[in-house]
Nanobody, 115 residues
Framework: QVQLVESGGGLVQPGGSLRLSCAAS????????MGWYRQPPGKQRELVAI???????HYTDSVKGRFTISRDNAKNTVSLQMNSLKPEDTAVYYC?????????WGQGTQVTVSS
């Protein structure tokens, strides 16, 4: 059983930055993938960014060039650096891990972009 705990959400003005972190309960070295999803108000959950290895990443088009996903295997964490935030980035952000065919989710952290 893997537990994921997100942190770093909050309220930020348009154009600002936030850094989300996700701590896993165990080693992430053998995780198939780790990523971030988000669920805007009244909408379905969507993929934001995912890492399949230390160098293979994928971003949804709307965040390319603004968001960066990274992982620290020594600390068992995956992070999402979000720059140039826009009001449409407002959502609950969820950490996700794929481990030998099983999917795990964090509890989510709220990100609100508003002036």
């Amino acid at each position: 059983q893997v537990q994921l705990v997100e942190s770093g959400g909050g309220l930020v003005q348009p154009g600002g930055s936030l850094r989300l972190s996700c701590a896993a309960s165990g080693s992430i070295v053998n995780f198939n993938a780790m990523g971030w999803y988000r669920q805007p108000p009244g909408k379905q959950r969507e993929l934001v960014a995912i890492m399949y290895s230390d160098i293979m990443t994928h971003y949804t088009d709307s965040v390319k060039g603004r968001f960066t996903i990274s992982r620290d295997n020594a600390k068992n964490t995956v992070s999402l650096q979000m720059n140039s935030l826009k009001p449409e980035d407002t959502a609950v952000y969820y950490c996700n891990a794929e481990v030998t065919g099983t999917t795990y989710w964090g509890q989510g952290t709220q990100v609100t972009v508003s002036s």
